[in-house]
């Protein structure tokens, strides 16, 4: 059986942590070899990155074109030291955000410049995507409201205006319409289990997994 690349993507707050665990645990009791990663912080060099990008400085704000070059950077260190060879020993690897995340939120989210991001994006992977994307779809609002109720305090971009996050969800279903073989969505608003579920028949289905 070969690897497989699983990307869980979304705004602030839709579920993912959970649900990669859910999906770990089933995928595993399956009988299948499962990596769960994240970006940025998947390797030791990205935990210094992610620091970077996600404590908030007021005095010393991260430039945006800065921004998207540390993604870029965790993303390329990651990709060599932990998806390919993960992918090489028929793996299946569940990574919190990926390539579309850089999109949506570098992309839709600042307006920086797409061509740009393409470049950096393939540069970093070397052409690597995902085998499937699960795109979990909530209100912005809703994710907040999550984010804010778990008591561990808002990171540097869970902090930005709701106009920020609200063109980055627009990003996200601007890339499913666009990709719909690769990236699927799942409606984030129903109940842990609920989506669990979903997920997991869309898994049994794009990835021929044995019932």
Not at 53 to 67: C, G, H
Not at 115 to 120: A, C, E, K, P, V
Not at 168 to 195: F, M, N, T, W
């Amino acid at each position: 059986m070969g690897g497989k690349l699983i990307v869980f993507e979304g705004v602030e707050g839709c579920g993912k942590t959970s649900q990669m665990q859910l999906c770990s645990e089933w995928l595993e009791s399956l009988g299948v070899s499962v990596v769960v990663t994240r970006e940025p912080g998947g390797t030791e060099l990205g935990l210094h990155l992610r620091r970077l990008l996600l404590e908030k400085s007021e005095d010393k704000p991260v430039a945006e074109v800065t921004e998207l070059l540390l993604y870029a950077a965790d993303r390329s260190q990651h990709v060599e030291q932990e998806l390919k060879p993960n992918l090489a020993a028929g793996k299946y690897i569940l990574c919190d955000r990926y390539t579309d995340s850089t999109i949506a939120y570098q992309g839709y989210g600042r307006g920086l410049n797409m061509s740009l991001i393409n470049q950096l994006n393939y540069i970093a992977t070397a052409g690597l995507e995902s085998d499937l994307t699960i795109w979990l779809d909530v209100d912005v609002e809703v994710g907040l409201s999550r984010k804010l109720s778990d008591q561990l305090g808002l990171d540097r971009i869970e902090q930005e205006t709701i106009a920020f996050h609200r063109r980055v969800q627009q990003g996200y279903a601007h890339l499913a319409a666009s990709h719909p073989s690769r990236i699927v969505r799942v409606d984030g608003s129903l109940s842990k289990e609920a989506v669990q579920q979903v997920i997991q028949g869309i898994l049994r289905v794009q990835l021929h997994l044995a019932r």
